[in-house]
Nanobody, 123 residues
């Protein structure tokens, strides 16, 4: 029903910035709460940011608060994650996901997922 495709990952040095993009299919993009998850090697998938349907209420994990910014453009069916002041601990595969819940926080509350994009932060 919904297809999500991430892009923008890459290998950068600590302190650098990256902007991840997620393109969604369909005409009901604005019906979903959107989130960005990440999964580091040997660790579980964690929610790093989410944004409500209109884009007026972003939320962030403590680990990225003040450094990452989530935004969405419903007219273009896209959601973004601007990452600044990157540190090695940010290294992970980042996933875009969509939820029909009002306040999703857990992996199972997101129904649709992208394929993931690799972000590597190293000196």
């Amino acid at each position: 029903q919904v297809t999500l495709v991430e892009s923008g990952g890459g290998s950068v040095q600590p302190g650098d910035s990256l902007r991840l993009s997620c393109a969604a299919s369909g005409r009901t993009f604005s019906s979903y709460v959107m989130g960005w998850f990440r999964q580091a090697p040997g660790k579980g998938r964690e929610l790093v940011a989410s944004i409500n349907k209109s884009g007026s209420n972003p939320d962030y994990a403590v680990a990225v608060k003040g450094r990452f910014t989530i935004s969405r453009d419903n007219a273009k069916n896209m959601v973004f994650l601007q990452m600044s002041s990157l540190i090695p601990e940010d290294t992970a595969v980042y996933y875009c996901a969509a939820s029909i819940r009002l306040l999703p926080t857990r992996e199972h509350e997101f129904l649709y997922w992208g394929q993931g994009t690799q972000v590597t932060v190293s000196s």
